[in-house]
Nanobody, 127 residues
Framework: QVHLVESGGGLVQPGGSLRLSCVAS????????MGWFRQAPGKEREFVAA????????PYGNSVRGRFTISKDNRKNTVYLQMNNLKPEDTAVYYC????????????????????WGQGTQVTVSS
């Protein structure tokens, strides 16, 4: 069992920045993946970004590419999501998730390979 705890959400004005953190109680395998997803009211869960503990390519959702950056600190079992130039449409509950195994790159952008999910942190972008 892996426990994930997100933090860093809050209220920010359009154009502002926030950094989310996700601490994992443990890592499953060397090439397991940590992902960020978000869900706005009345909408489906949307992929935001993902990263492997072992490094490599970091896919991003189309709506956040160029504004959000995912990073990790293996020593702390922590993944970060730096969000810049936030827009009202970024308002959502942000969830981090991790896989038991080592999904291929193309599947990292879907919820399917993720086995453990955090409780989520609310991000509200509003003036």
């Amino acid at each position: 069992q892996v426990h994930l705890v997100e933090s860093g959400g809050g209220l920010v004005q359009p154009g502002g920045s926030l950094r989310l953190s996700c601490v994992a109680s443990t890592r499953t395998v060397r090439d397991s993946v940590m992902g960020w997803f978000r869900q706005a009211p009345g909408k489906e869960r949307e992929f935001v970004a993902a990263i492997r503990w072992s490094g490599g390519s970091t896919p991003y959702g189309n709506s956040v590419r160029g504004r959000f950056t995912i990073s990790k600190d293996n020593r702390k079992n922590t993944v970060y999501l730096q969000m810049n130039n936030l827009k009202p449409e970024d308002t959502a509950v942000y969830y981090c998730a991790t896989s038991k195994g080592s999904p291929i790159l193309s599947s990292m952008i879907t919820p399917a390979p993720y086995d453990y999910w955090g409780q989520g942190t609310q991000v509200t972008v509003s003036s």
